[in-house]
């Protein structure tokens, strides 16, 4: 799952709820380094849409005209590597300013063009699905990909609370945390019931789980052994962890239940410094200066809500 940058161009597509739009801006900037208020963007990094909560379609663009005619000239010769296909116009929402293609028409046009191409037309289980979309005056077409939404199934753990992270922001916090998966070792010392655990395991993030909580962390494992995950568990402080990660994550709303005080957020701070060089707070409470004061640096963060809550997350450095 290593994003790989390209020559070729990706058109990624967006959807999120409105108390999502920050924390959607912030992954989208950890996997491509800029955001957009659009709900698309043009990017040479390939990345898997299904890692995304917010990613709803990837197009890696072959061609790229003015009309559908100039198109259908390019692809015509065009040789693909499957028995059987479909080609998928997406403009079935608006993108930016560009208004959403009738249903009728788009239908028509993926017509004009399956018949173009040199194979077998299967619009049920096609082995390969090529994409169409229409961005400024412009005609993409190229290698299509819907996001499967893993994380939804994960709504489902056997152990949960109220309060916990909900799968869908778990998921974009390991993603800002480890947008490149391949080397990275992650720890995520307080995990809880292993909710952001979960996410990164089902990504192929190498993260060990850490609760300070025994029954917490029989629940995390019962959890991760739900969805047929392999991952680590531990009992203990994040003061006994004497490894190095490349990347830690704490999520402190905990501190609803135990009344945590500011000198103890400060410790578990600071012992994320010793161990990681990187890390992703999770947090209801503004702990900006504890996080200067233990040798962070602040170099990006958003806000989620979640009902009555409003978490700030913090990326530093």
Known sequence: MKNKQTNTPYIYTYVHHKNEHDLCRMEMRSFFGFDTQLNYLMSPIRVDPSRSPFIEDRLEVIYEAESISELKEMIKDMKINASTYKVYCF????????????????RQVER?????IDGEPDLDNPEAVYGLVTLNNRWYFGKYTKSVSVWSEHVHKPNSYSTALNTRVARAIANIAVPSVNGIRAIDPCCGIGTVVVEALSMGIDIAGRDINPSVCVGARENIAYFNLEGTITNGPISEVSEHYDVCIIDLPYNLYTHITREEQFDIIKHARRIADKCIFVTIETIDDLVEEAGFRITDRCITKKHLFVRQILLCE
């Open 91 to 106: 403009n079935r929402m608006d993108l930016g300013e560009i208004k959403k293609i009738p249903h009728s028409e788009r």
């Open 112 to 116: 004009e063009l399956g018949l173009i």
